[in-house]
């Protein structure tokens, strides 16, 4: 059965969608029903099954969006033969991006694309795009349009945070949007005592942890199960958030939240891509929108000094105790059920470590959870002391594997580019042809068959380079991603007899302990070296 992928897109800078106020935005719904329509009433659909991809509050100007990836994905596969937008910009505003997709990736992947409001569907541009001079300009407006809306919303939430009023999509524990402004915080008086409650424990000489406890203990609604409770929507709730179990981190947020003194801090990050979130930056604290009084304090400033002052001296007394630590296996040993850090204590019996977070996920197993340190520290050198013996035969296999596949590489390279200039060739036929076109010279009948022809022939092309590339790329990794020197430094440890710090984090990256005292290990190599050992081991596995 044939497949046809709907594609829907919201901008982050819609109102509705960003500041939490709805499950959906009306966008999304009305791009839904536009979409549903159109398919409906196109009997040519009718056998086909439709999937829906979405990106709710996620800019176009890259392809870095969960929806479009998935849907980007699926095509790969060869698992959709028909994509439909409402209209370009909510595939992408990039034009470069979103020409490339429509000109060259899904022609030669057979995949149908519909734009609705530009009436473009390429089932009637058999010969590619790069002769619709209309469908590049409205790309192109749609990418500038994009730069010119980013640089619009900063400029305006810079003077939205320059007046002290908030930008942020939601109020920080202990306060509310005020019912009259939504750019305005007002004190939520349950929160707000919560949040006074640390303050003063704090400064009696409570501990972060010893707070936690009289928190969970009095079963006090963490900020994010509050927000729940209150009613406040978000798009994706993590469940870890249901369980209602406060975390030293929490505690210390509230502590050094230093707009608990009605002080409006704002504008720390900045974005690095446009619009990939995952790109912020923290900027110079000089850069930052800092205005007192913005809005009601909750505690004073006075008070908020004394606490940041108690938290600097806990801080250089904690950096003191860790500088002289010898623990090798400090933030290294996970439990294997939760996945929570496991706590080290020292006995009169020896030095053990458990797993102590069996109220956390409400399984008794973790309980079992418990490793001597000297069991653990033989398990690790014996792994260890395995792994540097496959790095030395590893280390044998490596420079022959490394020539091999630089002449492979070296006749793939040419092969490339062989390729590239048949494409370029192409190209050039399908401008030349456009213009003698648009001159009378050539007829629309033949200028259609021949670009039909060209592009069949580079769609041969592109496929032939795809097939190749795949298995060579595959070998190249195992050798361009490791030096012959990592290989080296692990195989010399074979005899390893003690362990240290500085050996544990060059080469461990995660110890993971379950309750028969197994220990699973996740190791620092690369993928390339990783490969060459995992190759290694089963090569020697044939030879005996």
């Not at 196109?42 to 800019?59: A, I, K, M, P, Q």
């Not at 050798?479 to 461990?508: F, P």
Request: glycine share 6%.
């Amino acid at each position: 059965m044939p497949v046809l992928a709907k594609y829907i897109r919201l901008s982050s800078a819609d109102e509705d969608k960003k500041y939490g106020d709805k499950h959906e935005s009306n966008s999304v719904t009305h791009q839904r029903m536009l979409l549903d329509s159109y398919i409906s009433s196109h009997l040519e659909f009718s056998g086909y099954e439709v999937l829906e991809f979405l990106d709710d509050g996620r800019s176009g100007t890259n392809f870095t969006r969960p929806g479009v990836l998935a849907l980007l994905g699926a095509a790969q596969r060869r698992e959709i033969d028909c994509i439909v937008v409402k209209d370009f910009s909510r595939f992408g505003r990039s034009y470069l991006d979103v020409g490339n997709y429509l000109e060259r990736v899904f022609p030669a992947l057979g995949i149908r694309f519909i734009s609705l409001n530009d009436e473009y569907d390429s089932k009637n541009y058999p010969y590619g795009v790069a002769g619709d001079v209309g469908n590049g300009l409205l790309a192109l407006i749609y990418d500038l349009y994009s730069r010119e809306l980013s640089q619009k919303i900063k400029d305006s939430r810079r003077q939205y945070a320059s007046r002290g009023q908030c930008v942020s999509a939601y109020p920080i524990y202990g306060y509310a949007k005020s019912p009259e402004n939504r750019r305005a915080w007002v004190i939520d008086p349950e929160p707000a005592r919560v949040v006074r409650q640390i303050f003063e424990w704090f400064l009696e000489g409570k501990g972060q942890t010893e707070i936690c406890d009289l928190l969970s203990g009095s079963g006090t609604p963490t900020p994010a199960q509050w927000k729940r409770e209150a009613g406040i929507k978000r798009q994706l709730w993590n469940s870890d958030r249901i369980r209602n179990e406060w975390g030293r981190s929490m505690v210390a947020r509230i502590l050094r939240d230093e707009r608990y003194t009605g002080k409006l801090i704002a504008l720390k990050t900045s974005l690095g891509e446009l619009g990939n979130i995952h790109s912020a930056k923290p900027k110079p604290k000089d850069e930052w929108i800092t205005i007192p009084g913005a809005f009601e304090p909750i505690i004073c400033q006075e008070t908020f000094n004394s606490v940041q002052e108690r938290l600097t001296n806990e801080k250089s007394i904690r950096q003191g105790v860790k500088a002289n630590r010898t623990d090798p296996f400090r933030r290294k040993l996970k439990c294997g059920l939760c996945g929570y850090a496991l706590a080290r204590h020292n006995t009169e019996q020896g030095t053990y470590f458990s797993c102590k977070c069996e109220s956390w996920n409400m399984k008794n197993s973790c309980r079992k959870i418990q490793i001597s340190e000297p069991h653990l520290t033989q398990a690790v050198l014996s792994a260890i002391r395995s792994q540097a013996q496959l790095a030395k035969e590893t280390g044998k296999r490596f420079d022959q594997q490394k020539l091999l596949d630089g002449n492979e590489r070296s006749a793939h390279q040419s092969y490339q580019k062989q390729v590239q200039e048949r494409l370029d060739a192409i190209i050039a036929q399908k401008r030349d042809a456009y213009l003698r076109y648009d001159q009378g010279e050539m007829s629309l009948t033949d200028y259609r068959e021949l670009c039909a022809k060209l592009n069949l022939v580079a769609a041969s092309y592109q496929e032939k380079s795809c097939g190749n590339t795949e298995s060579i790329d595959v070998k190249a990794s195992a050798t361009s991603m490791v030096g012959r020197g990592r290989i080296n430094d692990l195989g010399s440890l074979v005899n390893i007899q003690e362990l240290d710090r500085d050996t544990v984090d060059k080469l461990i990256h995660r110890i993971e302990v379950y309750g028969d005292s197994r220990i699973e290990i996740s190791w620092n190599f690369d993928e390339g070296c990783m490969k060459l050992i995992k190759d290694s081991k089963e090569a020697m596995m044939r030879e005996k």
